[in-house]
Every structure is written in C-alpha cells, then in structure tokens.
C-alpha cells in the first residue's frame, strides 16, 4: 500500500520579471534594468495537496507588484527595493511566512560624448558583469546578501602551479608562468541588522577582488581565492561571510616548432570547456 508523502518544503512566485526605469532628472537621465525572482513560502499547502487556492497570491499579482513598488521607489540599491518588495507582501498577507526576493543588474555606463564628458542620456553596455542581491525576510531581521556575477579578469604572468599530485593519467606540466583567466562569482552576507551605503559597500568589494587579483602572485588558484575572500572580509565591514566561485578559463600554449616557428609563449588557444573550478566560503573567525 502507498503511503502518503509529505510536503517538507514548498515555495512558488515569479522568475525573470525584467524591469527598465528611468529617472529623469533636469540634467540627466539615469538607466536601471533588473531582473526580479520574488519566491512566497507559507500557508500554501492546501493548493499542493487539493488545488485550492484560497490562500495563494498569484504569480501574476507578485509581476504587477514590482512594477507598482519600482515607480514609487528611487531603485537606487537593489537591496533596498529588494526589502521594500519583502516588506511589501509580508505586510499585505498573513499568509506567507517567508519573502525571498533575488534581483539581478545589467550594468549600463555612459557613452563619452564627443564634446568632452559623458552624455546625459545615451548608454553602453557595461561588460558581463551582473550585480546581484537576495533578501529574504520571515518577520524577524531580514537576511541580506550581495554579489557579482561574471567578474571577468585575466592577467598573463604572475600565476604559477607546480608540484601537485601525479599518477599515471597525468600529462600537465609545472609551470611557473602561465596565464590566469577566470570569470569570479561572489556572494557575501551581511551582518543581520546592517544598513550601510548598499553602493559603496559593493563597489568597495568589486574594486578589492580586482585589485588583489592583479597584485597577488599566484602559487594556486585556491589561494587566489583565499586571498580575495580575506581581503574582502577585512576591507568591508558589514560583511561577515563570503562565497567565491573561481573557474580557471585555460589558455593553452599553441606548439609552433611544427610550422618551423619557435615558441615564445605568446600564442595560445582560449578555451571554455572543460575548466577547473574552485569554491570557498570565508567567514569571520568568532
């Protein structure tokens, strides 16, 4: 006889909710544009086990919401407008015991004007990187974090790897210089109760990632990492735990002694699949 299953967890909401605003100012425009997941969790399991949906807040309703709450909202820092959209559907239904709301930025920047200065309302796109937050609130302090996305950096000496484990199936050699590629993925916690410049506190931790992957020399990618994360963790307060997620993107040497050419270590072939990949997570000490 079949026994009944039981729900252990259960969420639902809205994925992908793309948001363009436009702030006009007497001199300037500014360009925002996000990407909004809002996941409910509660009073919802009637609808799982027997359809009904007395107690559900449509999908569609949680679309409508974000548009509403974005043109009363200066969306300055997503985490903010992720805590409003929090706040928002923990108020307004008894119902839902936990918000998650995740936002991710396309990042736009300015075009040059050609008369000096950048132009007031004209944009480029920014590159690959995606700014990140997710906040979830449950009527007690909210938890917030931050991050990015597709951190994409590249430097070609100052990264070496030797003297690792061999057995038959190996065929990498040492090396003491080799190019260093990686896309960093970041997410960090902050201090429950924390309210700093969202801004600054993200600028401060992008700008610490790229500069310490510049200046560090690389005995391995983990310890790469490691040192970003310390960084990290000692130059912004607020933060009190951070994951990193570094995939090693190869360049591999091209052998040119078989077109009678030598080789300089200049040439390389760029390569996306297969990469190593390498994760931590860094919290401070008690």
Known sequence: MNQPAAIV???????????????????????????????????FESSYLTGDNRMV?????????VY?????????????????????????????????????ETPWRRIEAAEGGRHPHAFVAAGTTRRTCRVRGDR?????????????????TGSA?????????TTLPDTDDRIFGTAVEACWRYTAGFTPDWNAVWDAACRTMVDVFAAHH??????????????????????????LEMPNQHRIPVDLTGFGLPNTNSIFVTTSEPYGVIRATLRRKE
């Open 9 to 43: 967890h259960h969420s639902y909401g809205k994925s992908r909710v793309r948001l363009t605003k436009v702030t006009r100012h007497p001199d300037r425009h500014d360009l925002k544009e996000i990407s909004v997941e809002i996941l409910l969790e509660g009073d």
């Open 161 to 169: 790897f030797r003297d690792f484990v061999r057995d038959e199936y």
């Open 140 to 156: 007690g302090l909210p938890t917030v974090e931050a991050g990015v996305s597709g951190l994409t950096v590249v430097k070609t």
């Open 57 to 65: 807040v449509p999908t569609d309703t949680m679309k409508n919401t």
């Open 68 to 104: 509403a709450i974005a043109a009363q909202h200066p969306l300055d820092a997503n985490e903010s407008f992720a805590m409003a959209l929090v706040e928002h559907f923990l108020a307004r239904h008894a119902q839902v015991s936990a918000a998650v709301v995740a936002i991710e």
């Open 218 to 243: 690389s005995l391995a990618v983990q310890q790469t990492l490691h040192a970003i994360g310390q960084a990290v963790l000692d130059g912004c307060a607020g933060i009190e735990e951070i994951s």
